[in-house]
């Protein structure tokens, strides 16, 4: 995407207050596309089963070792379909890479990506991007970014932007046959309804996009942390009676909406995600907080294996010993762990 001057994005970002980010948004042409690169040709033969992974990059602050793990973890092997969550483009946190591009290169495989922030702290950002990325092995034939109805506005926030939530939403072309695939990422400043208010956007772009005959597999970063992310006391409460935030993470359904709502659109989600928490959220003090936040919920599929994988550094043994990822001495590649799910379309 063509970058803006930061004196443009200060420029846009001050007419936030009164006009709202959508508003400005609709001044953006970058916001407006959804990237589109095929990169590689469709492999020679279809499987009987896909391999969809859901993976949260945090912006690509480890971009290299990040690549490794996607390469050479043994449990991601015959990746289909990544829907990846917080891609940069051109910030200085991730060293000013197309985080996408880097690593749809470095993986040999087709990718999508839509903006969904543009950062406004960093002068230095030669783009200040940040968005939501699908990658495929398989022909992209087209993709649309579909922002979400606002349930924060990032303007206001130490992390100050331009934008809103996104979806991706791409049609592939797997052996012939056409196939939707969703990257999501929802608020986390909000509570249960406003997750879900997002996701029936994506649902009713999902029925004008697809017919319903269509698989569609939809993955990505929910936020489903069974709290409301701006009620700091309720979320203190949690993290300090880890019984209580136990109760909340074995039964997420009862107090996230978005789950029974997938179920109400047609889409299963229990048989394709793990029971296993994908995201260690740091504390101040090193603690962490085990949550249920990343997912795949599909129609037209049914699921033959699925498993959640640990991307702290300490559980990385597999990696090649002279690997970027070997020789990485922090504690953890992203704040999330990976989940996939091994599937048959039926």
Known sequence: MKALSYDERIRLGNQ??????????????????????????????????????????????TLHETIDFLNMCPDL???????????????????????????????????AYGLEFIELVNPDDEKGFHGNALFSRWPIK????????????WYFDRQKRIGARVAILCALDIGG??????????????DSAGRAAQMAA??????RSFSPETPVMIGGDLNTNTFDGNNI???????????????????????EAALPQAESHGFAYREFSSKEGTRRKPMPNGACMLLK??????????CVSHGTISTETKDCTWAAPDSALAKFIGPELSDHNACWARCELI
Not at 142 to 153: C, L, R, T
Not at 293 to 302: I, K, P, Q, S, V
Request: proline share 5%.
């Open 77 to 111: 092997t015959d990746i289909d379909i990544i829907y990846a969550n917080e891609l940069d483009d051109g910030a200085v946190r991730s060293g000013q890479k197309n985080v996408a591009l880097e690593i749809a290169k470095a993986t040999g495989m087709n990718y």
């Open 142 to 153: 087209w993709a649309k970014a579909v922002h979400m109805p606002e349930q924060y506005n």
């Open 16 to 61: 936030v207050p009164e006009l709202g980010q959508f508003k400005v948004i609709e001044q953006i042409p970058q916001y407006q596309i959804c990237e589109v690169h095929n990169l590689v040709p469709a492999p020679d033969e279809t499987p009987a089963t896909l391999k969809h992974v859901v993976f949260n990059i945090e912006r690509g602050v």
């Open 177 to 190: 046959r056409e196939i939707g695939a969703v990257s999501v990422h929802l608020e986390n400043r909000t």
């Open 233 to 255: 006391p309720e979320f203190t409460e949690l993290f300090n009676n880890p019984e209580k935030l136990q109760q909340h993470m074995d039964a997420v359904e009862q107090y």
């Open 293 to 302: 936040l990343d997912w795949l919920m599909a129609r037209g599929m049914t």
């Open 202 to 207: 994506v649902y009713e772009e999902i029925e």
